[in-house]
C-alpha cells in the first residue's frame, strides 16, 4: 500500500525548499524589494501605494510600495531557518538529556521532570510572551539570539520525557539485557543498541516538532511580538517598536492592525504561508512514523 501521506508531504516540502532557495531569482519577484513611491495608470493618473492586485503586484503592495509577493517569498527563507534552528537547538539538549535519564532517577531525571513540570503550568505561548517580553529582551541589539534558545527551551522538557520513556521502554527489551549482561560500556549500548531504535521517533517527533514551532511563531505574529526590532523614533518624540525583517512572522505581526479595518487582503497571505508549512511538517512527520512502522512490522 503507498504511503500518500509521504508523497504529499514530501511534495509540499519540496515546493517550500524550491521557494526558499529559488523563489527569489524568479523573473517576477524583486528580491531587493525596492519601495516604488509613486506610478502612472494607464490614463495618466497618478497612483500612490498601497496597490492593488495587478499584473505588477499579484497580491498588492505595502505602504511603502514594496510588492507584498516579493515580500512572502523572500522571507521564507529566514522564517524556515529560525523554525528549524529553534526545533534543532531543543533536540540538541533534549535527546541526551533524556537519555540519561533513561533510569528514571538521578540528577538527570530530577531535571527533565522539573523542565516538564515548570512549561506545562502555563500554555507555552503564555510563556513565550512573557520571557519575550523582558525589557533587557526587548531593547537588546541582538533579539533574535535571545529568541531562538527561549522559544527552544521552552519545550525542552516536554521533548526529553518522551525520549526518557522511550529509552526506558527499549531498556528493557531482551538484546539490551544482552548487551549489558556482555558488560558493554554504557556509550557502545547507546550507539548500538539504544539510539537505532530512538532515531525512527526521533526524526518523526522532529518533523512534528517544526510544525508547532511554526504555529507558536506564528501566534506570536497574531499578538504583534516582532521577533527582530529595533526601538526606533517614527515621529518627532515619538518612539516604537520597528520591524526590520521580512519573515512571515513580522509580517503578520506588522499588518495585524489591518484586520480591525476590515482589511484582510495581505494579513492572509503570510497567514497561509505558515498554515501550508505547518500541514507540510505535519504530514512529513505522519508519512515517516508509517514509514517507519510498515519496516518495523516487515522485520517482525
Known amino acids: 500500500m503507498k504511503n500518500y501521506t509521504l508523497w504529499i508531504g514530501g511534495a509540499m516540502l519540496a515546493l517550500v525548499l524550491f521557494v526558499m532557495y529559488l523563489?527569489?531569482?524568479?523573473?517576477?519577484?524583486?528580491?531587493?524589494?525596492?519601495?516604488?513611491k509613486h506610478r502612472w495608470s494607464e490614463q495618466g493618473k497618478l497612483m500612490l501605494p498601497p496597490y492593488k492586485a495587478s499584473d505588477l503586484n499579484w497580491i498588492g503592495s505595502d505602504k511603502k510600495g514594496v510588492d507584498n509577493l516579493s515580500k512572502l517569498v523572500v522571507g521564507t527563507k529566514e522564517t524556515v531557518y529560525i523554525v528549524f534552528f529553534i526545533a534543532l537547538?531543543?533536540?540538541i539538549i533534549a535527546v541526551p538529556l533524556g537519555v540519561l535519564a533513561y533510569k528514571q532517577k538521578g540528577v538527570a531525571h530530577w531535571l527533565v521532570t522539573s523542565l516538564n513540570q515548570i512549561f506545562t503550568f502555563?500554555?507555552?505561548?503564555?510563556?513565550a510572551i512573557l520571557l519575550l517580553s523582558m525589557?533587557?529582551?526587548?531593547?537588546?541589539?541582538?533579539?533574535?539570539l535571545w529568541v531562538i534558545p527561549i522559544l527552544a527551551l521552552l519545550e525542552v522538557?516536554?521533548?526529553?520525557?518522551?525520549?526518557?520513556?522511550?529509552?526506558?521502554?527499549?531498556?528493557?527489551?531482551?538484546f539490551v539485557e544482552a548487551g549489558e549482561s556482555l558488560g558493554l560500556s554504557g556509550w557502545r549500548l547507546v550507539r548500538n543498541y539504544y539510539m537505532p531504535s530512538l532515531v525512527p521517533e526521533i526524526v518523526i517527533n522532529f518533523c512534528i516538532d517544526l510544525g508547532k514551532v511554526m504555529l507558536l511563531i506564528g501566534q506570536l505574529g497574531v499578538l504583534s511580538i516582532f521577533l527582530t526590532h529595533n526601538w526606533a523614533e517614527v515621529d518627532y518624540f515619538t518612539m516604537k517598536f520597528v520591524n526590520t525583517s521580512t519573515n512571515w512572522v513580522s509580517l503578520l505581526a506588522e499588518t495585524r492592525a489591518d484586520i480591525y479595518l476590515s482589511k484582510f487582503t495581505f494579513v492572509f497571505y503570510p497567514a497561509l504561508a505558515i498554515l501550508f508549512t505547518v500541514l507540510t511538517f505535519n504530514?512529513?512527520?505522519?508519512?515517516?512514523r508509517?514509514?517507519?512502522?510498515?519496516?518495523?512490522?516487515?522485520y517482525l
Not at 23 to 36: A, N, R, V, W, Y
Open 135 to 144: 525589557p533587557f529582551i526587548q531593547y537588546s541589539s541582538n533579539r533574535i
Open 290 to 298: 508509517r514509514h517507519f512502522n510498515r519496516r518495523m512490522g516487515s
Open 89 to 91: 537547538l531543543r533536540y
Open 157 to 174: 522538557g516536554r521533548v526529553a520525557h518522551i525520549v526518557q520513556q522511550q529509552a526506558n521502554h527499549i531498556s528493557h527489551e531482551l
Open 283 to 288: 504530514l512529513l512527520g505522519e508519512g515517516l
Open 122 to 127: 502555563l500554555p507555552v505561548i503564555f510563556s
Open 23 to 36: 523563489g527569489p531569482e524568479l523573473p517576477f519577484i524583486d528580491k531587493s524589494l525596492t519601495p516604488e
